[in-house]
C-alpha cells in the first residue's frame, strides 16, 4: 500500500462478465487494474448484484490480488448505481500483514465507463508522444 497517503494515480479499471441469476440477482467475475497505489496491481474476484428496483443495483465483490507486489491480501468491495451509468464504491484493502486502508469513490458503469476509458486512454498517449516529444507539436 502507499504509505505516503497520497494516491499514485486516481485511476481503477474493473471489467468482467456478469450472468443474471433471475429477476433481481446476478453473479459474475472480475479483473482490477489499480493505479491509485505505487506500484499498482491486478486482481481478480466475483461479485454478486442485486437489483434493488428498476434503476437502482448493489453490488458486493472480493478480489485478491495477483501480481507478486502485491499478494496475499483482499479488497473487499461495496457499490450503490444509478441506471447503470453511475454510481458510488467503498472500498476496504487488508494487505498480507493485517493492515487496512479504505476509499470511497465514484464510478462510471456500462457504456459511460467504456466511454470514459477510452477517452483517457487516448488522452494517455497523446501525453506519452508529447513528453517523448519533448512537449512539441508538430
Not at 18 to 47: I, S
Not at 78 to 85: H, K, M, Q, R, T
Amino acid at each position: 500500500m502507499n504509505r505516503s497517503r497520497e494516491p499514485f494515480l486516481p485511476f481503477a479499471l474493473e471489467v468482467g462478465p456478469l450472468a443474471r441469476l433471475g429477476r433481481k440477482n446476478g453473479l459474475g467475475a472480475t479483473v482490477l487494474l489499480d493505479l491509485t497505489h505505487d506500484p499498482g496491481f491486478l486482481a481478480v474476484g466475483p461479485r454478486y448484484r442485486r437489483w434493488l428496483d428498476r434503476s437502482i443495483t448493489l453490488d458486493l465483490g472480493a478480489s485478491v490480488p495477483v501480481t507478486s507486489n502485491r499478494q496475499g491480501g483482499v479488497l473487499l468491495r461495496a457499490g450503490l448505481s444509478y441506471a447503470d451509468l453511475v454510481g458510488v464504491t467503498a472500498r476496504w484493502e487488508i494487505d498480507k500483514r493485517g493492515r487496512t486502508a479504505w476509499g470511497i469513490g465514484g464510478e462510471l458503469e456500462s457504456k459511460a465507463g467504456v466511454i470514459a476509458t477510452a477517452i483517457c486512454a487516448v488522452a494517455a498517449g497523446v501525453g506519452l508522444l508529447l513528453f517523448l516529444g519533448g512537449g512539441r507539436i508538430g
